[in-house]
């Protein structure tokens, strides 16, 4: 070989070495160099490109400049079209492979069928009108949802969503539903959803915005423990109860903690008894003039000179 490691170019013979020795000058030792500066031009890199690499090519961190633009599947591709591809997003297509940490801004999407546990559900991009009523009023969130791979219009639908609304909240929503199209909407909607909510200021809470469906979760929106309280779940149902004197022969008005949302939108159970182990009172009980917020109440008591009789009440609606 006419090159050594290093990419050298060596003779095979000397001239002014032969005439030391002596050597003749004869056509065979002029053969050899001559078959060897062959050699040695036919490995160059010509400048026309006419003959292809034989193997790898070490710029030895020297750059290679102006390289036009790629348009084969092979080509080299040059740094403007880099900035151009970073500023405008990336796009993964086909099997990919994503590992350690990654951080991805802008609205990001996925296609095709990510392997995850050995299954391969169809990862879809989340939806407005998926999300529109089941989660805050964020102004920051992100999530994914999974579909089953069954391939036709339906199929079990489940999400995870994060989010947070600055100087207010931070959330996270679990959901699993069974839809009946894709890209999934609100129609067809059957299943359970939580938002556990983790203010800046009070208590955590969970909310269930899909909870009048059978089999939802159903958290307590509300609670107020007092001797007149009310119980208001996260489905809209209220339960109160309380509990107001009557003092024998009484027309009293019952005031409800919560607010109902109409006059004919709860049932209200009363009775009168004493306070008192000593008086024995036995009345009829009568309800009239509902609103929303109150009730009127009559009775007619048997022992008439109780003062320590009460009304004790509980309604139910929503």
């Not at 002014?16 to 002596?22: G, P, V």
């Not at 193997?55 to 348009?71: C, D, H, P, R, Y």
């Not at 796009?91 to 801004?105: A, C, M, P, V």
């Amino acid at each position: 070989m006419p090159y050594d490691s290093q990419g050298r170019f060596y003779r095979v013979h000397n001239w002014e070495q032969d005439r030391i020795n002596e050597i003749e000058i004869v056509s065979d030792r002029h053969d050899e160099e001559d078959d060897n500066f062959a050699e040695g031009l036919s490995s160059c890199l010509l400048k026309d490109g006419r003959a292809a690499m034989t193997g790898k090519l070490n710029m030895s961190n020297f750059k290679i400049q102006n390289v036009a633009n790629a348009t084969a599947a092979k080509d080299a591709v040059n740094k403007s079209q880099l900035d151009t591809v970073s500023s405008a997003g990336v796009k993964l297509t086909g099997n990919q492979t994503i590992g350690g940490n990654k951080t991805f801004s802008g609205t990001t999407s996925f296609s095709a069928n990510p392997q995850i546990n050995n299954t391969a559900p169809e990862l879809i991009v989340i939806e407005s009108d998926v999300i529109k009523g089941q989660i805050p009023n964020s102004t920051q969130y992100a999530g994914m949802s999974f579909r089953d791979s069954s391939g036709d219009a339906t199929g079990l639908l489940s999400r995870i969503l994060v989010g947070y609304e600055t100087d207010k909240e931070s959330w996270i929503s679990l959901s699993a539903f069974q839809c009946d199209s894709k890209p999934a909407t609100t129609d067809g909607l059957v299943g359970s959803s939580v938002t556990m909510h983790y203010p800046a200021s009070g208590s955590p809470y969970a909310t269930a915005p899909n909870s009048d469906v059978v089999g939802s979760v159903v958290t307590t929106k509300s609670i107020n423990k007092a001797s007149s309280g009310y119980v208001e779940l996260g489905n809209g149902l209220i339960m109160q109860w309380g509990k107001v004197a009557s003092g024998g022969n009484a027309y009293v008005t019952i005031t409800f903690p919560k607010t109902f949302s109409s006059a004919t939108s709860y049932s209200i159970t009363a009775t009168q008894r004493s306070s008192s182990s000593s008086l024995a009172s036995s009345s009829a009980v009568s309800i009239y003039n509902p609103s929303a917020t109150s009730v009127k109440v009559a009775s007619r008591a048997i022992n008439e000179s109780s003062t320590n009789d009460y009304f004790y009440w509980t309604a139910i609606g929503y």
